[in-house]
């Protein structure tokens, strides 16, 4: 089909042509209910303590500690039915002033892991605060979502021109996956999104005790940012958003976007490698990038075996990529990685890189959930970490970024205009613009997303917050921090990190101490201030140049 319509999706995101608009645009959007209406009772959620304890799985740090919040399926009606979201934790090493929030991203990432993992770059943050995480609604150990068995879910992948030429079919195996995604998931399925999952961070910020929410979110963890001092402007303390996603564009424009931010960090990789004998595209620049596009679909003609079940892609490769070019760190692994498959067919560097993180591409798997996975996620419980299924991160993506936007293709102009909506993404991109509209088009007969993001996520009323903006971010473009922070109004302060990668703290020693001065001490650079790319000078500047 457009492309292997697997599970496997990717990450981030995107701007793009009022052609996709139009093309992509759904009737109607769905009333926002009315602030006239009498609210729900839902003092028991409020009123939890959470028993925090050692943290299960041998890969976990001993001072890492766990514990778990309940909150309702429907905040519409709490009386329906609950559910457990899992929190994780380091203790301050000191006199403790609260709790920072963690959210690494996604969506559909897993906080618990990923702090257990990572969480020795977060720790300086313990000098004031306790250092807490979650798994949102959906993901990971919190009624995970899936969509089964992954190649099940989309009937069989056939060639790349078969849906072009045949758009009925490909309509139907979209609905196919949708409706098999649906029976997977259970009933959080249709509760999912970052509305719901910005009241269930406010639950979260009453059982640690805060009277206000101190939040450092990265990637899609700063629309979830944004959505809470939207719901809960008062409850808004220290705010960093870091990688700042758009509020306001369709997921149409996003992938376009996002597909030409991944073009220009290939490129960037390629002007590296060519300069490199080992580099396993050669060292003719112009060369390198059709070489590039040809492994692609060779790759996609004849995927590479890597165990009796499952084969890897064209499609895997550019998931694979998007993970590994978000940091120049990955670089050198990179060009070793492609090295093995290109040489050899050796698919075990690349798929080192499918692995999954902080907002990343998903682990390929097709294990079905388990009899005791699907009894524990029907009763609302915390899942245990083996029985997580192992496409719960692109399940999930899909799943809160079609709940998140209320545009849907419409299926009778998808028909007609498919191959310019497949040229559209593909100027954008030749390697990654196939891979982006089979996102888009994953949305296809799931229920219609929320009005509430783009209509009510602005001029909001809250604290300062602090939003960093790389410049080279091939994820969430430095524009889309522009634009975030002229529509949440004047508490937005933009630091304009001009370093390259996907968010800034984790890679840039100047952002790291900007956001941590504001976080621990509530010292936020002047408006306007900048961090250098080169890294010789960790000082911040005042003045931001182009």
Not at 262 to 276: K, N, R, S, V, Y
Not at 413 to 420: M, P, S
């Amino acid at each position: 089909m457009l492309a292997k319509l697997s599970t496997r999706l990717a990450v981030r995101r995107c701007a793009g042509t009022g052609f996709l608009a139009l093309a992509l645009l759904g009737a109607g959007l769905p009333a926002t209910a009315s602030t006239a209406r009498p609210q729900p009772d839902l003092t028991r959620f409020y009123r939890q303590k959470p028993a925090w304890t050692a943290c299960r799985g041998s890969d976990m740090p001993k001072d890492l500690q766990c514990a778990k919040v309940t909150v309702p399926l429907d905040y519409a009606r709490p009386r329906a039915g609950t559910l457990d979201i899992a929190l994780a934790r380091y203790r301050a090493t000191g006199k403790s002033q609260g709790s920072v929030v963690l959210n690494f991203g996604g969506p559909g990432g897993q906080g618990v892991s990923e702090l257990g993992t990572d969480g020795r770059e977060f720790l300086d943050l313990t000098n004031g605060y306790d250092v807490v995480t979650f798994d949102p609604r959906g993901v990971g150990r919190s009624s995970p979502v899936s969509c089964g068995d992954g190649a099940g879910a989309v009937a069989g992948a056939t060639d790349d021109t078969a849906g072009i030429d045949h758009p009925q079919a490909l309509l139907g195996q979209l609905k196919k996956a949708a409706d098999q995604c649906a029976r997977y998931s259970g009933p959080v399925l249709s509760h999912i999104g970052t509305v719901n999952a910005s009241r269930d961070l406010d639950v979260i910020r009453q059982a640690l005790g805060d009277k206000k929410l101190n939040y450092l979110g990265f990637s899609y963890g700063t629309r979830l940012g944004a959505v809470y001092a939207a719901q809960f402007p008062h409850k808004v303390g220290r705010f960093v958003l870091d990688g700042v996603d758009t509020l306001t564009e369709p997921l149409s424009e996003q992938g376009v976007a996002g597909a030409e931010g991944q073009q220009t960090a290939l490129d960037d990789f390629l002007d590296w490698c060519t300069t490199d004998i080992a580099c396993p595209f050669g060292q003719d620049r112009r060369a390198a990038g059709d070489r590039v596009v040809r492994l692609v679909r060779s790759l996609d003609a004849n995927p590479v075996p890597i165990d009796p079940a499952d084969k890897f892609s064209g499609q895997d490769l550019v998931g694979a990529l998007g993970q590994a070019l978000y940091s120049k760190r990955s670089w050198p692994s990179l060009e070793r990685a492609l090295a093995s498959l290109a040489q050899d067919g050796d698919t075990r560097g690349v798929l080192n890189f499918a692995s999954g993180g902080a907002g990343l591409p998903a682990l390929p798997g097709r294990a079905r959930p388990t009899a005791a996975h699907k009894e524990r996620r029907k009763g609302g419980g915390l899942v245990d970490p083996q029985y997580i299924p192992a496409d719960n991160l692109p399940a999930a993506l899909m799943a809160i970024d079609c709940a998140d936007d209320p545009d849907r293709p419409d299926a009778a102009r998808l028909t007609k205009d498919l191959k310019n909506l497949l040229a559209t993404y593909e100027q954008a991109s030749p390697v990654f613009g196939r891979y982006r509209l089979t996102e888009l088009l994953m949305c296809y007969g799931r229920p219609r997303g929320t009005d509430f993001i783009r209509d009510r996520v602005k001029n909001v009323d809250t604290a300062r917050m602090l939003l960093v903006g790389t410049r080279g971010d091939p994820a969430t473009p430095y524009q889309w921090t522009v634009e975030t922070a002229a529509r949440l109004g004047s508490s937005a302060v933009v630091l304009d990190n001009k370093g390259d990668g996907h968010t800034g703290y984790t890679s840039s020693a100047c952002v790291h101490r900007e956001v941590d001065d504001f976080l621990l001490y509530g010292s936020l650079p002047p408006g306007g201030s900048s961090c250098p790319a080169d890294g010789k000078d960790w000082s911040a500047t005042t003045g931001s140049d182009d």
